[in-house]
């Protein structure tokens, strides 16, 4: 049967409203991450590898990123941006990822950087010279406004407790008190804004130079190779390196 005007009017909408949302849906996709695993092991390799097989053909070219700590699940082709724990990212950064973060959260405690409570200043803010040096990507904290206790068995007062009440180490659940008006900064928080504008310095000087001659004054005033663990233990270094590049830049010999 011949459909009516009216029924004709509304299966064209129909088809309208779908291709229009197939292709939203499909605009969204180009901004789209894929995510199978959170820090599996070698012992899922296969599992994963399965599971990578399932899925890929479904993601149009669009890359797989997970927090991993091994690195052959890179070498195996199946993970494209690796989110590398700082405590363990040495083995990547011998590979040639083109697309590599780093994140740290409750167990990047021994010798590397972070944002807990209990640990200087400078533990903090030197995660962006090491940013820099690596040409790492992106960085992943999970801990923002996380105000529960493991797995959210109930509220906690962030001004009360800071480790989600005996969850992981102080200062790694959140980085924002709830305030009356919005969130208020920690002063951790804003050390790790410090950290991040401290790459863009960095990057300008070597935008006028190179990125070898700005690691080369990073590591002269530094005094040692930097690496995610070893870095200067005082809060002068990044005083005097941000000092130095602010003066090559004002001199205009760069």
Not at 10 to 37: K, N, P, V, W
Not at 200 to 225: C, N, P
Request: one cysteine or more; hydrophobic letters at 40%; proline letters at 6%.
């Amino acid at each position: 049967a011949e459909l009516t005007e009216e029924q004709a009017a509304y299966t064209a909408a129909d088809a309208s409203e779908r291709a229009e949302l197939a292709g939203g849906q499909l605009a969204m996709l180009e901004d789209s991450f894929f995510h199978i695993s959170d820090e599996p092991g070698l012992d899922h390799l296969e599992t994963y590898h399965a599971l990578w097989r399932f899925v890929k053909p479904m993601l149009r070219g669009r890359p797989i990123m997970d927090a991993i700590s091994n690195v052959d699940f890179y070498k195996h082709g199946l993970i494209d941006i690796p989110v590398s724990a700082t405590d363990h990212i040495e083995p990547f950064l011998r590979e040639p990822v083109e697309n590599q973060w780093a994140y740290y959260c409750c167990g990047e405690y021994k010798a590397v950087g972070n944002r807990f409570l209990a640990f200087p200043e400078y533990r903090n803010r030197i995660l962006g010279v090491q940013l820099f040096k690596f040409d790492i990507k992106g960085f992943l904290q999970w801990g923002y406004n996380f105000y529960h206790t493991d797995r959210s068995m109930y509220v906690i007062d962030p001004y009360l407790t800071s480790s989600g009440d005996g969850m992981v180490p102080s200062g790694d659940p959140f980085s924002v008190y709830p305030g009356k008006d919005g969130p208020v900064a920690s002063l951790r928080a804003l050390n790790f804004k410090d950290a991040l504008q401290d790459v863009d310095i960095l990057k300008a000087l070597a935008q006028r130079t190179s990125h070898e001659h700005v690691v080369e004054l990073i590591e002269k005033l530094a005094g040692m190779e930097i690496r995610f663990d070893k870095y200067p233990r005082n809060y002068e270094f990044i005083p005097a390196l941000m000092d130095a590049v602010r003066q090559e830049l004002e001199a205009g010999t760069c």
